[in-house]
């Protein structure tokens, strides 16, 4: 029976309201003396940095605190692709230091900053291609950048490339290592062949790049969730730049200092991903992605 029946209907209102306010208390009360805090809703970043890395053990550090140099709010997804020189164990280590700092700032080695790194390991070395699928899978930004685990490429460019997308200009962004200059330290035979595969990609795409194989590549977050990527190697480059240009993005270049390094050094791409190279840039460019 309702309290409002037994007592004259002001006083039953009031002391039910007694009740309800109490039992507020008590609620409030239950929650601030709980043992679990209440949980937080994260932001997606500003930008995910998607970082391959494949036996890069004396590059990793260096470049991981040149990307939190940046003064941009970001992640770092770090994909090991199988590596055997020493990444794995470095990459493992700082997992585990983020897994126990938590949510807490702490620092590791020569980084500052750890807590927003996240890593990833391959069970195998599979290729740059698939490296990236991964990242892009665990990606949560609004804006994605390949970032690859090398020096090459400076990422103080950043926020150049993110420029155009800033304001609405572009969904894609092109960081061309030879627009306005000629090889830029490249050596003769890697600036011919790049060359040839970005006029062949031109013509069968549409578009006016300078550098189709550059590593580095900005994209809006919507855009690769409607790409379906195939290609484990560094056929990834004319995959996604020919199905860019069938989805119609709106693609934009601007000029991005280089570093050439060479084989020595670690560099891994060779001729025979020019030729795997060509007959991408055909296959994508002429042939439905249904195709085998």
Known sequence: MRLEKLLPRETGRAVCRLFVTAERKSRTRAVQGSAEPPKLVTEAPKLSVVMPAYNEIATIEEILVRVQAIDIDKEIVVVDDGS????????????????AAGSAPASFGRLSKVDNIRVFFQKEN?????????????????????QDADLELDPQEYPKLIGPIDRGDADVV??????????????????????????????????????????YK?????????????????????????????????????????????????????????????????????LPDNAP
């Open 84 to 99: 055997t020189d020493g990444t794995r164990d470095f990459l493992t280590q700082l997992m585990s230091h983020i897994e």
């Open 126 to 146: 599979c290729g740059k291609g698939a490296a990236l699928r991964r990242g892009f899978q665990e990606a949560r930004g609004q804006v994605v950048v390949i």
């Open 174 to 215: 092109y960081g061309s290592r030879f627009l306005g200059r000629s090889r830029n330290g490249q050596p003769f035979t890697y600036y011919v062949a790049n060359k040839i595969l970005t006029v062949a990609s031109n013509v069968l795409t549409g578009l006016k790049l300078t550098d189709v194989w550059t590593g």
């Open 218 to 286: 900005m994209f809006r977050q919507e855009v690769l969730r409607k790409i379906h990527l195939r290609e484990n190697r560094f056929g990834f480059e004319p995959e996604i730049t020919a199905k860019i240009a069938k989805s119609g993005c709106r693609v934009s270049e601007v000029a991005v200092s280089y570093a050439c390094r060479g084989r020595e050094e670690g560099k891994k791409i060779g001729w025979k991903d020019s030729v795997r190279g060509m007959w991408c840039t055909l296959r994508y460019s002429l």
